[in-house]
């Protein structure tokens, strides 16, 4: 299983980044795929989920109506639209599915 994640950068308050996760080695469409963030000096934390066929999502709160998780089973990718960026958004983000993680991508939000 590999779960690759691209996408993060630096972007000013308010701006917006989208993050991707392409994945292999497993049947993609039959499992839930999330997104977690780490910020300095912090615990791990679930940002979004998906769960198969991709009816169903799931945020935490602090990004309900500003982030959006999708996936494209056809190129077994999940994605995380983040817009209206803040500061306290800044952290790596990880792709998780069950017990496999990507390496992550820094995402820096700052003026």
């Known amino acids: 299983v590999q779960l690759v994640e691209s996408g993060g950068g630096w972007v000013q308050p308010g701006g917006a980044l989208r993050l991707s996760c392409a994945t292999s080695?497993?049947?993609?469409?039959?499992?839930?795929m999330s997104w977690y963030r780490q910020a300095p000096g912090k615990e791990r934390d679930l940002v979004a989920a998906i769960i198969s066929g991709g009816g169903r999502t799931n945020y935490a709160d602090s990004v309900k109506g500003r982030f959006t998780i999708s996936r494209d089973d056809a190129k077994n990718t999940v994605y995380l639209q983040m817009n209206n960026l803040k500061p306290e958004d800044t952290a790596l983000y990880f792709c998780?599915?069950?017990?496999?993680w990507g390496k992550g991508t820094l995402v820096t939000v700052s003026s």
């Open positions: 080695g497993f049947t993609f469409s039959r499992f839930t």
């Open positions: 998780n599915m069950q017990i496999w």
